[in-house]
């Protein structure tokens, strides 16, 4: 396979976790942001700086880290933290706590903890908290401080974009079990086709097997026991042909397959297989397993939404193409 193709086929495969880290790396950023913040205001209101300042915002805001980080934790990983509820108890607390002992630069910090509380709580506890944080807490201390509360009020609501960003993380990651699930769901059902099949192909002859083989003893004539034989021999090649058929790796048998793979995974399949006839014979290896491959990246991306498997001859060897598209056109 050309190394680009094969370089661009993983691409999309990747594009849901450069999703996930890019929410990541902003909720990370909350804390650092929320300083800088800080200080810039104290440099607009004050008219100076304070080197000072910093330092202390700094250990301010390091008390908040550790329960932060186990907030954002949990919201990379899908999950709520069974401590979640603490730590944004405890940045609320940190957050307040030191508002008499940093000033009004430490107002900032509440866009922590609207960040905390989006993340951790569970809707609409976190929705009603943080439309609290937003219209009347942060506005209230920058009132109390005497600086002007809108901005204060909307860097706090910048919270929002970064909760938004983990909700369609989330809503990805739903739709990728769902469609794992799909996919396992077919396999399991065709396993099932497969029992079936093969029950009902040999179930008959081999009950009538026992049956006779029960009866059977020194007195049985050799006619019956030239049929019980017969009956046994007719079984087993029954048998041998139903195996035989399910390692049959031809183009059309593969092309099945994948089509059914490919639908499980929530894409539309249309199969171009007129171009080869039965007579052309099976896949060779080495096309088998790059059909199998490319099936596997299809299935991991999850991004194809119409695919079209074609069947032709190349250097007189089958071979089965597989075009996708990414829109709904």
Do not use: N
Not at 104 to 117: D, E, K, N
Not at 119 to 125: M, V, Y
């Amino acid at each position: 396979m050309d190394p680009d193709a094969a370089r661009g086929e993983a691409e999309p495969g990747h594009a849901s976790r450069v999703f996930e880290l890019a929410a990541a790396g902003l909720a990370l950023a909350v804390p650092f942001v929320a300083v800088t913040q800080g200080l810039a205001a104290h440099t607009t209101y004050a008219g100076h700086d304070d080197p000072l300042l910093a330092v202390r915002l700094t250990l301010g805001m390091a008390a908040c880290l550790p329960w932060y980080l186990l907030v954002v934790r949990g919201a990379v990983r899908g999950h709520r933290h069974p401590l979640s509820g603490w730590a944004v108890a405890a940045i609320a607390v940190v957050a307040v706590g030191g508002l008499p002992l940093l000033g009004p630069a430490w107002i900032y910090s509440m866009l922590v903890v609207a960040t905390a509380v989006l993340l951790a709580l569970p809707a609409p506890w976190s929705w009603m908290v943080f439309a609290g944080l937003v219209t009347v807490v942060t506005p209230a201390l920058s009132v109390w401080f005497g600086i002007a509360p809108l901005w204060p009020a909307l860097m706090t609501s910048k919270a929002l974009a970064i909760d938004i960003m983990f909700r369609l993380v989330g809503s990805v990651r739903r739709v990728r079990m769902a469609r794992a699930e799909l996919v396992a769901a077919a396999v399991a059902q065709e396993r099932l086709r497969v029992e079936a099949e093969v029950g009902s192909a040999v179930s008959a002859e081999l009950t009538e097997i026992a049956r006779r083989a029960r009866r059977a003893d020194a007195s049985t004539p050799a006619s019956e026991i030239g049929e019980l034989t017969d009956l046994s021999r007719s079984a087993l090649a029954r048998a041998r042909d139903l195996v035989h058929g399910y390692r049959d790796a031809s183009v059309h048998a593969e092309i099945e397959l994948a089509a059914t793979l490919l639908r499980a995974g929530g894409m539309a399949v249309e199969i171009r297989d007129d171009a080869v006839t039965p007579a052309a014979g099976e896949l060779a290896p080495s096309a088998r397993a790059e059909l199998h491959d490319r099936i596997a990246q299809l299935l991991a991306a999850r991004e194809a939404r119409h695919v079209t498997l074609t069947a032709d001859l190349t250097a007189g060897q089958p071979r089965v193409r597989i075009d996708e598209r990414r829109d709904d056109a």
